[in-house]
Each structure stands twice: as structure tokens, then as C-alpha cells.
């Protein structure tokens, strides 16, 4: 049991907009920032979003990310088959002294 | 380019050691803190732990705080994650991921090593 929360699945046709979501509590994602990672199967973690909602250097802007108080969701907008991978949200839980990552949502391209 | 590159693939019997490799290039190796990332087969993401390399200052993470040690070596910008006792649960993907040493609890993780595949099995 993941201490952050997301869906183990989402799916959608090519061009939709796919949202992911990413539940905590206020000793991680209400106390500080939210990092969404991609990972492509067999391959390591990317770093997609950054504090929340800062997209790094090379990701397209398709990607968007917003957190309200103790709740993050990344967004996929215009979906693509090279989008089907693993998404993992990461924060600080003070709490716990430790990161914390969600379970990881597979999104799958119809 | 700003690289990660971890050493390669293991195979150990349970109750045998082992030391696994990330050697950093592209960047100062000492502002940058090291983080490894366990991902069991089929599973998710869990944080281990991280080390400054400028004075081996080191955080745990309570799940694996006595089981593996994180050091690092600045002179050849290498850190290193080590086992003393390996158990078939040990069995996984290791990744480290560079993280800048800002003030607050957590930064971004980029980038990845490529990953060591660690197997313990009798």
C-alpha cells in the first residue's frame, strides 16, 4: 500500500486528454512539492514535472501538473501511442523522513 | 551530457555481500546530492536513500536503515550502494538519480542511472 494514491490504470484515444491523480495527506504532498516521473517499460524514471507543475527542459508541453492541497494530478493532453507507460507521482512525507511515491498508473493508448 | 552510469548485472546467493556502482560525469559531482531508487519485479518505485557526496552525509530511509550502505568516493565521482548479507527478497532493479542540494526536504530526481539488475538466488 503506496502512501501516495493513484490509479493502477488510465486509458485513452489518440488526441484525448488524460488526467492521472495523486492522493496524500499534509505530512507530504499539503507540506511541499509533487515530482511526476515517466517511465517506458524496461527502461529507468524520467523526470516529467517538476514543484508541482515545472516542465523541465525537453518535455513537450502536452504535460501539465497542478496540486491542491493535499491532492496532484498530472495531465496528458493531445495522447499519443509513445505516451503508454508508467507514471509515478514523489514527494517528501515529513512524517515518515523519507520520499514517498505513488504506485504508479499505467496509461495505455487505445 | 550529464550522465549517470551504473555497473552491471549481479547474480549472488543469500547471506553473500555486494557493491553496486553509479559513477556520475557532465557535472560537479559534489553539488549534487545521489538518491537510489529500489523497483522490485512487476513493482513500483521506493526511495532507499541519498548521500551528499562533499561529506558522505547520508538519509535512510527507515525500510532499509540497517540492511544497505550508501557511500560515495569524490575523487573518482562513484557512489556506491552495499550489502553485507543479501536476502532473495534483495532481488530487484537498483537506479540512482542525481538530486540538486537545495534547502528543502525534497528536489528532482534527473537524471537516472540505466539501472543494475540485482538477482539473489540459491
Known amino acids: 500500500q503506496s502512501v501516495l494514491t493513484q490509479p493502477p490504470s488510465a486509458s485513452g484515444t489518440p488526441g484525448q486528454r488524460v488526467t492521472i491523480s495523486c492522493s496524500g495527506s499534509?505530512?507530504?504532498?499539503?507540506?511541499?512539492?509533487v515530482f511526476w516521473y515517466q517511465q517506458f517499460s524496461g527502461t529507468a524514471p524520467k523526470l516529467l514535472i517538476s514543484k508541482n507543475d515545472q516542465r523541465p527542459s525537453g518535455v513537450p508541453d502536452r504535460f501539465s501538473g497542478s496540486k491542491s492541497g493535499t491532492s496532484a494530478s498530472l495531465a496528458i493532453s493531445g495522447l499519443r501511442s509513445g505516451d503508454e507507460a508508467d507514471y509515478y507521482c514523489a514527494a517528501w512525507d515529513d512524517s515518515l523522513g523519507r520520499v514517498v511515491f505513488g504506485g504508479g498508473t499505467k496509461v495505455t493508448v487505445l | 551530457e550529464v550522465q549517470l552510469v551504473q555497473s552491471g548485472a549481479e547474480v549472488r546467493k543469500p547471506g553473500e555481500s555486494l557493491r553496486i556502482s553509479c559513477k556520475a560525469s557532465g557535472y560537479s559531482f559534489a553539488s549534487y546530492w545521489i538518491n537510489w531508487v529500489r523497483q522490485m519485479p512487476g513493482k513500483g518505485l521506493e526511495w532507499m536513500g541519498r548521500?551528499?557526496?562533499?561529506?558522505?552525509?547520508?538519509n535512510y530511509s527507515p525500510s532499509f536503515q540497517g540492511h544497505v550502505t550508501i557511500s560515495a568516493d569524490e575523487s573518482i565521482s562513484t557512489a556506491y550502494l552495499q550489502w553485507s548479507s543479501l536476502k532473495a527478497s534483495d532481488t530487484a532493479i537498483y537506479y540512482c538519480a542525481r538530486e540538486p542540494t537545495t534547502s528543502g526536504p525534497l528536489d528532482w530526481f534527473d537524471p537516472w542511472g540505466q539501472g543494475t539488475l540485482v538477482t539473489v538466488s540459491s
Open positions: 548521500i551528499d557526496p562533499t561529506d558522505s552525509h547520508t
Open positions: 499534509s505530512s507530504n504532498i499539503g507540506n511541499d512539492y
